[in-house]
């Protein structure tokens, strides 16, 4: 069995390869599109894993691009493929840069890792310019039924801490963020499930590599069903005072 979790042990980047999320960049070519980001404009990828996406940003659409991400053994391996990128260590809810410094936000299967969403939210408010995006993609639930099981399993994934449209809303405008765009795309959740079955045999299987799971794998699809578990893009905006 692996060691560690599915992030850090590679396990999940068999099937994902470096975005380490559903969908690849689809999503992320998507917003950034929608956004409509000036070459030089600074955007700052939370949870940045491997720096894939930074690296993206910068190669592709000519931003000035940061990554932060809590786990050296990621940033490791994204500097020794990437050392010319500004990865470095941080987290959603503390981060390391000025008030009004980043022209976009992304958090991208980031945001349900953090332990405080609201903190998360008051630090992007606090770090984007006026008028500045933040894009989120993530898992929710489309059921609040099942949601206080899902959160009682041992999971080490972006899973652990799902919550609902909802609350998600109601957090970003307690925090001067309006979403101008969601959508979902629970399609993509499920095809990654499929890519797991073609990769490790079954999902069950892949939480038994990973180490991500010390529940019982069959009771954690019971439950995920039972909350309905979904995938979302959305875009939000800082308002201006």
């Not at 500097?79 to 959603?92: A, T, V, W």
């Not at 899902?150 to 963020?177: A, F, P, Y």
Request: net charge negative.
């Amino acid at each position: 069995m692996e060691t560690g979790n599915s992030y850090e042990n590679g396990v999940l980047r068999q099937t994902t390869g470096d975005t380490l999320r559903p969908g690849g960049f689809f999503l992320t070519d998507l917003a950034i599109e929608k956004c409509v980001f000036l070459p030089g404009d600074h955007v700052l990828d939370v949870g940045c894993g491997y720096g894939a996406t930074v690296d993206r940003l910068v190669s592709l659409y000519q931003l000035k691009a940061f990554g932060i991400d809590p786990s050296e053994t990621l940033l490791n391996i994204g500097l020794n493929k990437y050392p010319d990128l500004s990865l470095s260590k941080g987290k959603g809810e503390d981060l390391p840069f000025s008030n009004n410094s980043m022209d976009g936000i992304s958090c991208e299967c980031s945001l349900s890792l953090m332990t405080d969403v609201n903190q998360a939210f008051q630090e992007i408010n606090r770090v984007l310019k006026p008028t500045g995006r933040l894009i989120v993609h993530d898992v929710y639930a489309r059921n609040s039924v099942g949601l206080n099981e899902l959160h009682e399993l041992n999971l080490n994934s972006c899973l652990r801490n799902t919550i609902t449209e909802e609350q998600i809303r109601k957090g970003l405008s307690s925090n001067g963020l309006q979403i101008v765009h969601w959508q979902d795309h629970s399609q993509l959740l499920v095809q990654l499930m499929v890519d797991l079955i073609m990769t490790h045999g079954s999902v069950n299987e892949f939480w038994i590599k990973s180490g991500g799971c010390t529940s019982d794998p069959s009771a954690v699809q019971v439950v995920l069903k039972k909350a309905k578990v979904g995938y979302f893009q959305l875009i939000a905006e800082k308002i201006s005072r």
